[in-house]
């Protein structure tokens, strides 16, 4: 990712339906970024980064070479099933993509909506970490989720960073396709591990709205 030392006169603009995710210039990678929550994904055409931290959660990269079209997600739980919607009674964005069976169709739709091609994606995997001892299998339980949607909808995995006990740092470019992921080792304080928990837990009791930024 090289380093732009003039940062451009206008940000590029989002595909529709993707204008309200956080987007900010990045000085120290010399690119716009778009910043994504647990329950969002992005996809753009653009030479921008899209950035996240994970913990237990899991964030996959889908790439067309061809096309030139990415996208990235972050998704906290496997599975997305009826008595969850029922329990949210929210927007689909807003809800169903906090789940890894819909957050994984919605991006993969939208590359495809703008022209990228299912069978060429590069598939990248990151996350799945266990930052919490109490928590011992939802990192794991993401894993082999992703393994098994990979494998059933045979898409293309290229790399991947699971697992270990460290959350993670990820930017993902999309002009190229890479993906810089730096796990955080030290952590000076819990805040981290208290917002995955509270995370959780209000997943659970339907009480999170899609403002809450975890990291």
Not at 90 to 100: L, M, P
Not at 111 to 137: A, P, Y
Not at 176 to 204: A, H, P, W
Request: aromatic fraction near 8%.
């Amino acid at each position: 990712m090289a380093v732009t030392s003039i940062k451009p006169a206008h940000m590029p603009e989002a595909l529709p339906g993707f204008e309200d995710i956080n987007r900010y210039w990045d000085t120290s990678h010399g690119h716009y970024s778009a910043k994504i929550l647990p329950g969002q994904y992005y996809v753009s055409q653009n030479d921008e980064l899209i950035a996240t931290v994970l913990g237990s959660c899991i964030s996959v990269c889908a790439y067309d070479r061809v096309a030139g079209i990415g996208g990235m997600n972050h998704f906290m739980l496997p599975l997305y099933t009826d008595s969850h919607k029922a329990a949210w009674g929210q927007t689909v964005i807003s809800a169903e993509t906090r789940y890894g069976n819909f957050a994984m169709e919605h991006m993969i739709n939208d590359i495809i909506k703008h022209g990228g091609v299912k069978s060429r994606l590069e598939i990248k995997v990151i996350g799945g970490g266990r930052v919490m001892e109490k928590m011992t299998d939802v990192g794991l339980r993401n894993i082999s989720f992703i393994y098994d949607y990979i494998a059933n909808e045979r898409l293309k995995l290229v790399s991947e960073d699971v697992g270990d006990k460290y959350p993670r740092k990820v930017l993902f470019h999309v002009k190229t396709g890479k993906v810089k992921v730096r796990k955080l080792r030290k952590v000076n304080n819990s805040t981290l591990l208290q917002r995955d928990e509270e995370y959780i837990s209000k997943l659970n009791s339907s009480e999170l709205d899609g403002s809450v930024d975890l990291f």
